[in-house]
């Protein structure tokens, strides 16, 4: 499946980021930034990886990924990370960092799976006063404090 680099409105992608983010505040706040490719199926967009440069010299951040549920577990996800990773190599990148909730089992399994290392605890992350309901659950584990994981560009 291709993956291209999306020049297109950005908010037509909104649904796709909403199901990376359950804050529509947070959105708001990055889907303009950085640079968007996106996996393409027959012409309708199925997936999304965002990379923005973080001002730290050579490290960008993966600040959204989502790949419509339909087409989950296709390795999707996996291809667009390495379409990021590429670009960022691509853009004299040293390091990738991207973050994820605590409580998000599955994510930490999956970006451990394509090598990034935890590297940090951000203690609550998530909450009202960052756009996030109070009481959100995530895989039955109130949603509270975020994971940031790094990722060396120069290793595969």
Known sequence: ??????????EALRPLFALADDSPMQISGY???GEVMVAREGGRIVGHVQIIETGE???????????????QSEGLGRALVTAAITRCRERNGRR???????????????YQRQGFRMCRIVQDAF??????????????????????FERDLGAD
């Open 31 to 33: 889907i303009g930034r």
């Open 127 to 148: 909450g009202p006063s960052t756009g996030y309901p109070e009481g959100l659950l995530v895989n039955g584990i109130p949603l509270r404090d975020q994971v940031v």
């Open 96 to 110: 990738l960092i991207v973050s994820t909730a605590t409580a998000d089992i599955g994510n930490l399994r999956f």
């Open 1 to 10: 499946m291709p993956i291209e680099r999306y020049d297109g409105n950005r």
């Open 57 to 71: 010299g050579g490290v960008f951040e993966l600040k959204s990924l989502a790949v419509r549920p339909a087409r």
